[in-house]
């Protein structure tokens, strides 16, 4: 059993900031990559930003130089900075992760979602 667990968002102004966590746990061999996806209303579920177990990272075109993405190994967990937030970030925002559960299955596992709304 692997879960991922979200926290970190919210209500924020346009111009504000926001830090989404991810917490992998349970029976994890390795993770390759973790990431962040968002899906608005109407709209399909969209790459948000993603990073390597070797920290490389790839960012949306929309989000880039005002998200950042980051992850801690030893703690199976990724943040996404959210920075300059605009309405149109607006969205659920899910976590990613690409794993390798205790019996070496690779799988892809997602968390439960998390809400972002930037609204005056």
């Known amino acids: 059993q692997v879960q991922l667990v979200e926290s970190g968002g919210g209500l924020v102004q346009p111009g504000g900031s926001l830090r989404l966590s991810c917490a992998a746990s349970?029976?994890?061999?390795?993770?390759?990559?973790m990431g962040w996806y968002r899906q608005a209303p109407g709209k399909e579920r969209e790459l948000v930003a993603v990073?390597?177990?070797?920290?490389?990272?790839n960012y949306a075109d929309s989000v880039k130089g005002r998200f950042t993405i980051s992850r801690d190994n030893a703690k199976n967990t990724v943040y996404l900075q959210m920075n300059s937030l605009k309405t149109a970030d607006t969205a659920v925002y899910y976590c990613n992760a690409l794993l390798s559960d205790s019996d070496r299955n690779v799988k892809r596992y997602w968390g439960q979602g998390t809400q972002v709304t930037v609204s005056s």
């Open positions: 349970g029976s994890i061999f390795s993770i390759n990559a």
């Open positions: 990073i390597t177990r070797g920290a490389s990272t």
